[in-house]
T-cell receptor, first 112, second 113 residues
Framework: EDQVTQSPEALRLQEGESSSLNCSYT??????LFWYRQDPGKGPEFLFT???AGEEKEKERLKATLTKKESFLHITAPKPEDSATYLC?????????????FGKGTKLTVNP | DTEVTQTPKHLVMGMTNKKSLKCEQH?????MYWYKQKAKKPPELMFV???????INESVPSRFSPECPNSSLLNLHLHALQPEDSALYLC????????????FGQGTRLTVV
């Protein structure tokens, strides 16, 4: 069974304090790994897609990386507006490939 | 334009009511999805439409009935819901059914009374 585990569940940072969020996965053939940001009461906002180990994507203060077993979302010098829940999801290449399997998310709070 | 539009934003309905949620995208995406999200939980897949045909039903109760009138529109018809069905209902679309990121709408906050 495909599984996604995100850690930590919650993370509090001071403004400017860089850190990383982890997403470990087990999947029967990875078709894609996706990072989303979700604000309370809103739909998830698409951030990145990663397809193969060694791949990296960047957007402003965020950088996503991928290995064969996990992905990291690095946040450099975060600002209070980066506070949100960050969701990781995987899509398998075998059987039911339309399905996104989500982790439970990491709730990030950045204090000014 | 990477927008998925959902209406209404909020809906309160009684257990005997019939209502519909609507979703629209104009990105030319051929896969569309309905998700349900409870508070502090990740989204849970309900239905997947691929090229306007239902391809996945995640054993959703029949009181939820999806419909895909065309490649840009997705509806979710609701009837005889229970209070535990109260949740954020999210529509999403993707270019195809595999390997591309899905774009989500802002959701419909449904309360069943």
């Amino acid at each position: 069974e495909d599984q996604v585990t995100q850690s930590p569940e919650a993370l509090r940072l001071q403004e400017g304090e860089s850190s990383s969020l982890n997403c470990s996965y087990t999947v029967s053939g990875l078709r894609g790994l996706f990072w989303y940001r979700q604000d309370p009461g809103k739909g998830p906002e698409f951030l990145f897609t990663l397809y193969s180990a060694g791949e990296e994507k960047e957007k402003e203060r965020l950088k996503a990386t991928l290995t064969k077993k996990e992905s990291f979302l690095h946040i450099t010098a975060p600002k209070p507006e980066d506070s949100a829940t960050y969701l990781c999801a995987v899509q398998a290449s075998q059987g039911g490939s339309e399905k996104l399997v989500f982790g439970k998310g990491t709730k990030l709070t950045v204090n000014p | 334009d990477t927008e998925v539009t959902q209406t209404p934003k909020h809906l309160v309905m009684g257990m005997t009511n019939k209502k519909s949620l609507k979703c629209e995208q104009h990105m030319g995406h051929r896969a569309m999805y309905w998700y349900k999200q409870k508070a502090k939980k990740p989204p849970e897949l309900m239905f997947v439409y691929s090229y306007e045909k239902l391809s996945i039903n995640e054993s959703v109760p029949s009181r939820f009935s999806p419909e895909c009138p065309n490649s840009s529109l997705l509806n979710l018809h609701l009837h005889a819901l229970q209070p535990e069905d109260s949740a954020l209902y999210l529509c999403a679309s993707s270019q195809d059914v595999g390997g591309t990121g899905a774009f989500f709408g802002q959701g419909t906050r449904l309360t069943v009374v």
